[in-house]
């Protein structure tokens, strides 16, 4: 079992920068594919980017190419969000999720367990 607990998420101007955090409890994060999610209001929880085990391959989606990466520091046993150049469309609680199959999975169904998630606003 694994326990995941999202911090960091918060109000941000246009073209600002955040850093989303995912620790891990309960068991080691080494051994598990992670990913984020988002969820606008009135939206389906929809891919971010995503983090393979054991290769550490990642796939982003298309609406944050170039602009949010994942990095993951398993001596901390956290996995972290890094988002650039924010845009209104980015608003939305953003989640983390951890797989036990391999490669990187792009469907809620494949994760096996997630986060509270947390709010991102980014707004003037």
């Known amino acids: 079992q694994v326990q995941l607990a999202e911090s960091g998420g918060g109000l941000v101007q246009p073209g600002g920068s955040l850093r989303l955090s995912c620790a891990a409890s309960?068991?080691?994060?080494?051994?598990?594919?992670v990913g984020w999610f988002r969820q606008a209001p009135g939206k389906e929880r929809e891919f971010v980017v995503g983090?393979?085990?054991?290769?550490?391959?990642?796939k982003t989606a298309d609406s944050v190419k170039g602009r949010f990466t994942i990095s993951r520091d398993n001596a901390k046993n956290t996995v972290i969000l890094h988002m650039n150049t924010l845009k209104p469309e980015d608003t939305a609680v953003y989640y983390c999720?951890?797989?036990?199959?391999?490669?990187?999975?792009?469907?809620?169904?494949?994760?096996?367990?997630w986060g509270q998630g947390t709010q991102v606003t980014v707004s003037s």
């Open positions: 999720a951890a797989r036990s199959g391999m490669g990187v999975a792009l469907a809620t169904q494949a994760y096996n367990y």
């Open positions: 309960g068991s080691s994060f080494t051994n598990y594919g």
């Open positions: 983090m393979a085990w054991p290769t550490g391959l990642t």
